[in-house]
């Protein structure tokens, strides 16, 4: 059974940090990239980074960049999302997904997600 359990989510003031992380199981977890999503209330889900370990490459979105870091530990199977100087606009249920072509094409498997919630 594939699985991806997404952590960490909660409440936090604007500026603050936040770590997310994501468990993965069922499939082989080096052989996939892995990729963190939000959909915000009554917006549309975008993509927010992905990281594959096959061809070492790391993605952010533009809203995001030199503020979040995405990070693998294989041994655990495990991806994290690393959310500092957090704004209001973060304000989204984060998904985790695996795809097994890499962060340019469409996931695979999929989280149900972790609810950031960033006050103003």
């Known amino acids: 059974e594939v699985q991806l359990v997404e952590s960490g989510g909660g409440l936090v003031q604007v500026g603050g940090s936040l770590r997310l992380s994501c468990a993965a199981s069922g499939f082989t977890f080096a052989d996939y990239a892995l990729g963190w999503f939000r959909q915000a209330p009554g917006k549309e889900r975008e993509g927010v980074s992905c990281i594959s370990s096959f061809d070492d490459n790391t993605y952010y979105a533009d809203s995001v960049k030199d503020r979040f870091t995405i990070s693998s530990d294989n041994a655990k199977n495990t991806v994290y999302l690393q959310m500092n100087s957090l704004k209001a606009e973060d304000t989204a249920v984060y998904y985790c997904?695996?795809?097994?072509?890499?962060?340019?094409?469409?996931?695979?498997?999929w989280g149900k997600g972790t609810l950031v919630t960033v006050s103003s």
């Open positions: 997904a695996a795809g097994y072509f890499g962060c340019s094409r469409g996931m695979d498997y």
